[in-house]
């Protein structure tokens, strides 16, 4: 089974700073992930040609299993407003996470995260960019319970928070509400924080050690792919860590796959 992450920055290449549907099916089909997280994904959002990014992420892998969770209605650093339910915002556009899965899903559920009550400092790349402050934004945890050929499997997509602590609270409210679907569990997202952090505050095993931002030259591993320590020998063992270099993102995809694929 081949698991991957990644953070889309909407779908947007750094080269030309446009959104291609092609060139964004492309980068995720070359992944061929049996299993894909998606953050800073759009829907209907005109920066990105109202397109549903997370329905051309899952038709490139060809997987049928596939579900967007809005954390915000509205544009993130213009004008947004949390989600009152997981059905609201239809019509509008939204921001959020993605889970794709070439497996059956056997149930979804959706968890969310308060925003940090205070604006944080943070570096902006780019023209006009900088050291600003920023608002933070809620956030959103997307998990399914998967029938796999080596049995249920829980899987979560989730994009914390940047504002240092806060991520630290938020990725324990996590694993709270993680360990309440069926063991074997693997966390995936851009988390916000380094490796050494996501390890002890969750007490999960990190199933790869890879630098995955910035995306043209990585330092420092943002992205992650844990896995609860409680079933953990139900799964196949890691054969092979990568982060390719993409044509979209300011991010690379961190990829892992677990055991020998047909």
């Given amino acids: 089974m081949r698991l991957a992450t990644f953070n889309l920055l909407h779908g947007r290449s750094l080269t030309d700073g446009l959104v291609d549907p092609a060139r964004l099916t492309a980068a995720v089909a070359a992944l061929d992930a049996d299993l894909l997280a998606l953050q800073e994904v759009d829907r209907d959002q005109s920066r990105s040609g109202n397109l549903d990014l997370t329905a051309i992420a899952a038709q490139a892998l060809g997987a049928p299993e596939h579900r967007f969770a809005a954390a915000v209605v509205g544009t993130p650093g213009e004008a947004f407003r949390p989600l009152t339910h997981d059905d609201d915002g239809h019509g509008e556009p939204c921001y959020g996470v993605g889970l794709i899965s070439r497996h059956?899903?056997?149930?979804?559920?959706?968890?969310?995260?308060?925003?940090?009550?205070?604006?944080?400092?943070?570096?902006?790349?780019?023209?006009?960019?900088?050291?600003?402050?920023?608002?933070?934004?809620?956030?959103?945890?997307?998990?399914?319970v998967l029938d796999t050929p080596h049995g249920p499997l829980t899987v979560a997509?989730?994009?914390?928070?940047?504002?240092?602590?806060?991520?630290?609270?938020?990725?324990?409210?996590?694993?709270?509400?993680?360990?309440?679907?069926?063991?074997?569990?693997?966390?995936?997202?851009?988390?916000?924080?380094?490796?050494?952090?996501t390890r002890a505050v969750s007490g999960w095993r990190l199933l790869a050690r890879r630098p995955t931002y910035p995306a043209a030259q990585p330092r420092v591993q943002l992205d992650h792919i844990l896995a609860d320590r409680h079933g953990f020998d139900q799964l196949p063992p890691v054969t092979a860590v990568r982060t390719p270099l993409s044509t979209i993102s300011d991010h690379r995809p961190l990829v892992v796959d677990l055991g020998t694929r047909p």
């Fill in 157 to 197: 997509a989730t994009h914390l928070s940047f504002v240092a602590g806060w991520n630290v609270r938020q990725l324990r409210q996590v694993i709270r509400a993680l360990r309440a679907l069926p063991a074997p569990r693997i966390l995936l997202g851009d988390l916000n924080l380094p490796a050494w952090a």
């Fill in 104 to 144: 059956p899903v056997t149930s979804w559920r959706v968890t969310r995260l308060h925003p940090a009550p205070v604006r944080s400092p943070v570096y902006v790349p780019g023209p006009g960019g900088g050291l600003i402050l920023l608002r933070d934004e809620p956030r959103v945890v997307l998990a399914a």
